[in-house]
């Protein structure tokens, strides 16, 4: 494979929408999703009062990457080896002893179906996007309310925690009025949605211009969809795309077949039937991956377009669409954001007006490294029997360099190079911190030693 990536080579580029061409307020949109998920397990289901109130520093639990052990209780950070880094029963962080005593210094029993798949499953659920995090702290906290009223040993919550993402996301929601999500994402968009930049809407522009083939694929329905584009978009965001694609229910999306998943058309965004096939660009729902290439060839007039997709989730965007589609992948990673590594040295000492595009986003960020869990990246593994530790790339890390052609903090980024610029692309002969665009987390540069991870 060739060492570098342009989107020059590209017929077709594809775009996530929450998190990727939409971007968050964070704090705010991570209080919100907490208390949609909190509110329905305190009045519909019973529990505890007490998880309505949230202490400010209580997000800081919050670290793409953890996967819930949901038998256990437990929250668990992972080595590209499957080992256990870190480890937390609810919200308490557990000592390298008991981590050692419950999981050993060995693979998880579960690391070999998660990473083949990036899945999830009944047994365990892996939290990788900013709209699962804050899920991720009540989880938690249903532990420490579940340990101290019943001192439970095994944990049957989850089907609550299913029901709660339910109520506040499904398909009716939004147009229903129902749940507490949707009403206030619809009453007050500026205070959870962030405008689109100029400078990426010039892009989106000047990509179509250059005869490229633009793809929205989203797994938010209709309605939702067209709140979040007029608002960060503009009115006119259909004119950006040539096929959008809502309520595409990813991965499902790039992994099943056209019999499991057609495409259906919209009329006043309710469904329609089932489609035999995928004839002309359009607005459409459901749908596959297959039927979508199919109708990418004859718009392209190639047998083999190449594609890119843009996303912010390992599970949903970047290890399907590589895997089962073959797409390149860009993933969206806000945490390099939060990385002094991609502050200009001499940022640091001006005016707050005139620093660049990424210290300002910095100030924004409500947890970018957590100080429970350390960085997304690298942490330390302790020596056994008074060996030295060792620095060690997390799984997360691992899926990156695996599955991204590159990784970039925001669209932002890329916006003003020629679509020409060359990126060189995560590769197995190139250094693991080759694909980072515009430069590599701090973690994983050597010889770091201030990387947050005490």
């Given amino acids: 494979m060739q ?11 594809g775009f996530d929408l929450d998190h990727t061409l939409c971007r968050y307020h ?80 060995k693979e998880w029993k579960h690391f070999n179906t998660v990473s083949g798949m990036v899945s999830r499953t009944a047994k365990y659920y892996l939290y ?6 804050p899920g991720a702290l009540l989880c938690a906290r249903v532990v420490d309310s579940l340990d101290q009223h019943d001192g439970q040993k095994k944990y049957d919550f989850w089907k609550d925690m299913v029901a709660a993402i339910q109520h506040n996301y499904k398909i009716s929601a939004f147009k229903e009025d129902c749940g507490m999500y949707f009403p206030e994402v619809k009453n007050h968009p500026d205070k959870y949605l962030r405008r689109c930049p100029e ?35 503009g009115n006119d965001f259909e004119e950006y795309f040539d096929i ?7 991965p499902g999306f790039f992994s099943h077949t056209p019999n499991q998943r057609p495409f259906r058309t919209l009329e006043n965004d309710e469904e329609q039937e089932a489609l035999l096939s995928l004839d002309k660009p359009g607005w459409y729902s459901q749908g596959n991956a297959i039927q979508l290439y199919d109708l990418l060839k004859k718009m392209t007039g190639k047998l083999d377009p190449k594609v890119v997709y843009f996303g912010d989730s390992m599970h949903s965007d970047i290890f399907p669409a590589r895997h089962y589609s073959n797409w390149e992948t860009v993933f969206i990673l806000e945490e390099l954001l939060g990385d002094k590594g991609t502050v200009p040295a001499k940022a640091e000492s001006e005016p707050l007006e005139k620093k660049g595009k990424y210290e300002r986003d910095q100030l924004e960020v409500p947890y970018f490294v957590s100080k429970q869990w350390g960085s997304f990246f690298m942490d330390r593994l302790p020596g056994l029997e008074n060996a030295e530790e060792t620095l060690v790339h997390t799984w997360s890390c691992k ?15 890329i916006a003003d190079l020629p679509l020409d610029y060359r990126f060189t692309r995560f590769s197995s002969n190139s250094s693991a911190t080759a694909g980072y665009y515009p430069s590599p987390p701090r973690a994983l540069l050597p010889n770091e030693d201030s990387v947050m991870m005490k």
């Fill in 128 to 133: 990788d996007n900013y709209f699962d995090l």
């Fill in 244 to 250: 959008l694609i809502t309520n595409a229910l990813k």
């Fill in 199 to 233: 400078s990426v809407k010039k892009w989106l522009k000047q990509l179509k211009n250059a005869g490229k083939i633009l793809l929205l694929i989203t797994s938010s329905h209709s309605d939702y969809c067209r709140l979040l584009c007029e608002h960060v978009l």
């Fill in 26 to 105: 964070l704090p705010q949109s991570a209080r919100l999703i907490y208390d949609s998920f909190a509110h329905y397990l305190v009045t519909e289901k019973g529990y505890d009062e007490d998880l309505l109130t949230l202490a400010p520093d209580n997000l800081d639990f919050c670290c793409k990457g953890l996967v819930l052990d949901i038998e256990e209780g437990n929250f668990l950070k992972l080595a590209e080896d499957g080992t256990v880094l870190r480890a937390s029963h609810g919200t308490k962080s557990m000592t390298f002893e008991e981590i050692l005593e419950i999981y050993g210094r």
């Fill in 3 to 13: 060492q570098h990536f342009s989107l020059a080579e590209c017929d077709v580029v």
């Fill in 399 to 413: 899926c990156i360099s695996t599955y991204s052609t590159i990784a970039i903090p925001s669209l932002e980024a």
